[in-house]
C-alpha cells in the first residue's frame, strides 16, 4: 500500500512564504489527479489547489483565494507533489493535506499543520 508523507509545515509571519512536499513511498500509475487539501479548525476541508493529469499535459486549478499566491507542481522522478505558497496570511492558517486519486484507489497524507502569525 502506497503511502503519502506531507512535509514542509510550520509557523510563518504574514507575507512569508512555505513549500509543502508530497512524497509518495512508491509509484502511483495511471494517476487521475493530484490535490492539496486544506481545512481550518471548525470549517470543511477545501481544495487548495489541484493538478489534473491528462496524455495531452496537465492541466493546473486553484481556489481563487490562492491565486497568484500558491503553486502546485510534481517532480515524477521523485514520485513527489509541491505547493509553493507565497504571500502567506493568516487566513491561510490550517492543516494542508494532500490526495493522489486514480481509477481505483484515492490515497491521503496525514496532514501538515500550517500556522501564519506575527
Known amino acids: 500500500q502506497v503511502q503519502l508523507v506531507e512535509s514542509g509545515g510550520g509557523l510563518v509571519q504574514p507575507g512569508g512564504s512555505l513549500r509543502l512536499s508530497c512524497a509518495a513511498s512508491?509509484?502511483?500509475?495511471?494517476?487521475?489527479?493530484m490535490t492539496w487539501y486544506r481545512q481550518a479548525p471548525g470549517k470543511e476541508r477545501d481544495l487548495v489547489a489541484r493538478?489534473?493529469?491528462?496524455?495531452?499535459?496537465?492541466?493546473?486549478d486553484y481556489a481563487d483565494s490562492v491565486k497568484g499566491r500558491f503553486t502546485i507542481s510534481r517532480d515524477n522522478a521523485k514520485n513527489t507533489m509541491y505547493l509553493q505558497m507565497n504571500s502567506l496570511k493568516p487566513e491561510d492558517t490550517a492543516v494542508y493535506y494532500c490526495?493522489?486519486?486514480?481509477?481505483?484507489?484515492?490515497?491521503w497524507g496525514q496532514g501538515t499543520q500550517v500556522t501564519v502569525s506575527s
Open positions: 512508491g509509484r502511483i500509475f495511471s494517476i487521475n489527479t
Open positions: 493538478i489534473i493529469v491528462r496524455d495531452s499535459g496537465d492541466r493546473t
Open positions: 490526495n493522489v486519486k486514480n481509477a481505483v484507489m484515492n490515497y
